[in-house]
């Protein structure tokens, strides 16, 4: 079989800078984002892509958004937010914790949610 | 390879695809950004993309995300796996076309298309671009996903012989 040889070798140079130049250009992008940001003073909250409604990230509240028969509860809380509670089935908002800067995003797919904290 | 046989290898594919993207949707989501996951489907269709071609690659991958989709889970969960699924694939395709990256470059690559096809597709459906920002976090564990199912990919690739010859 000709191919042998190239199926054999698993991994190439190539291979391995290609590796090494995605880490690097992901991380720089991940830094450079996470550092140019400045705090955020408003939370909007999307519903299928319309702004529905609007929070200052100073006062605190608990905002419970609905989609159809779901729901999320979106706490802002210390200058922070983040969705304490939702009954999607995946709970990746949930997970993705609290944000405060300027263009940070909580999303909640299943539900067409999302949460931007604005300037 | 006989007719017969390939059809017989494509519905074997199709299966493992769904039984591994089924395995994958029991691990917790260990990092709070949604679309990390390992994507061990994608062994199957860097298998089928090298010993079928790009068109049986294509057939299956999408056939697991429509079976997957309508089993386990939604409409949104089909229209991202189908628009990270047709970007990695393409690119995977061209790719191994080039011949410059083995198996393991070709499934980094596969990988990362596949996230941003996803971040590409959750913009469209939320109507919000600040989505595109996730790319970043996802380039990184799209790129440690695609090296290891690429790793393991080839490792298949070179001790199981597809054609069926011996």
Redesign the interface.
């Known amino acids: 079989m000709s191919e042998e040889s190239?199926?054999?070798?698993?991994?190439?140079k190539?291979?391995i800078i290609?590796?090494i130049l995605?880490?690097i250009?992901?991380?720089c992008?991940?830094l450079i984002?996470k550092f140019t940001r400045a705090e955020g003073k408003t939370v909007n909250i999307?519903s299928?892509?319309?702004l529905t409604e609007s929070f200052s990230l100073d006062d605190d509240t608990e905002y419970v958004y609905i989609w159809e028969d779901g729901n999320n509860v979106i706490v802002i809380e210390n200058g922070y937010v983040y969705v304490s509670h939702a009954d999607c089935p995946?709970?990746?908002c949930v997970?993705?914790?609290e944000i405060k800067n300027d263009?940070?995003?909580i999303?909640c797919?299943?539900h067409?949610l999302?949460i931007?904290v604005d300037e | 390879m006989r007719n017969n046989r390939k059809i017989a290898l494509m519905g074997a594919f199709i299966a493992l695809a769904m039984v591994l993207s089924y395995f994958e949707s029991f691990i917790p989501?260990f990092i709070?950004?949604?679309g990390v996951k390992p994507g061990l489907a994608n062994i199957v269709t860097i298998i089928a993309l090298k010993e079928l071609g790009l068109k049986d690659a294509f057939v299956i991958s999408i056939a697991r995300i429509i079976l997957s989709g309508i089993l386990f889970g939604?409409i949104?969960v089909i229209l991202?796996s189908l628009a990270g699924a047709i970007l990695s694939i393409l690119a995977m395709s061209f790719l191994s076309k080039i011949?410059?990256?083995?198996?393991?470059?070709i499934s980094?690559?596969g990988g990362?298309m596949h996230n941003l096809g996803q971040v590409i597709m959750?913009s469209l459906?939320?109507?919000?671009g600040?989505?595109m920002?996730y790319?970043?976090?996802?380039?990184?564990t799209?790129?440690?996903s695609g090296?290891l199912v690429?790793?393991l990919a080839?490792?298949i690739?070179?001790r199981i012989d597809f054609s069926g010859k011996n």
């Open positions: 190239s199926k054999k070798r698993l991994i190439n190539f291979d290609l590796f995605l880490i250009l992901g991380a992008a991940f984002i999307y299928d892509g319309e995946d709970k990746v997970n993705q914790g263009g940070e995003t999303v797919i299943p067409r999302v931007e | 989501v709070a950004v949604p939604n949104t991202y011949k410059i990256f083995s198996v393991t470059g980094i690559i990362v959750a459906l939320l109507d919000s600040s989505i920002y790319m970043a976090v996802l380039t990184v799209g790129t440690v090296a690429g790793i080839g490792i690739i070179t």
